[in-house]
Nanobody, 124 residues
C-alpha cells in the first residue's frame, strides 16, 4: 500500500516556475513507476510525465517536453515535478500517481495509487 501527498502548487505568472513534490508512504515506493497527471475543469485527466524505478527512464507529454522535469529520490520516498516557463494552459490540478503501467506509462487507468492533487494556476 502506498499513500501519496502532493505539495508545492500555487499561483504563478506566465513564464514562472514551480516545483511540485509528492511524498510517499510505504517502503515499496521505489518499486513503482511514478507519474504526474493533470486535470483542468471540464477536461479529462491527462498524462504529464512519468519516471521509472531507478530514475533513468523518463517520459513526457509533448506539451511539457523541454519545460518540465520529473525526478525522484527513493531514499526520501519523494518525487518531484519541476515546472519552468509555465503557460496559462498549464493551469490544472496536478496529481501524482504510482503503479506498474508497463510500457503504457501514459495510461492513468494503470496506476494503482493517487494523491489528492494540488492546484497550479498560471496567470497571463
Amino acid at each position: 500500500q502506498v499513500q501519496l501527498v502532493e505539495s508545492g502548487g500555487g499561483l504563478v505568472q506566465a513564464g514562472g516556475s514551480l516545483r511540485l513534490s509528492c511524498a510517499a508512504s510505504g517502503r515499496t515506493f521505489s518499486t513503482y513507476v511514478m507519474g504526474w497527471f493533470r486535470q483542468a475543469p471540464g477536461k479529462e485527466r491527462e498524462f504529464v510525465a512519468a519516471i521509472k524505478w531507478l530514475g533513468v527512464s523518463r517520459y513526457y507529454a509533448d506539451s511539457v517536453k523541454g519545460r518540465f522535469t520529473i525526478s525522484r529520490d527513493n531514499a526520501k520516498n519523494t518525487g518531484y515535478l519541476q515546472m519552468n516557463s509555465l503557460k496559462p494552459e498549464d493551469t490544472s490540478v496536478y496529481y501524482c500517481a504510482a503503479g506498474n503501467p508497463g510500457f503504457r506509462y501514459d495510461d492513468r487507468g494503470l496506476y494503482n495509487y493517487w494523491g489528492q492533487g494540488t492546484q497550479v494556476t498560471v496567470s497571463s
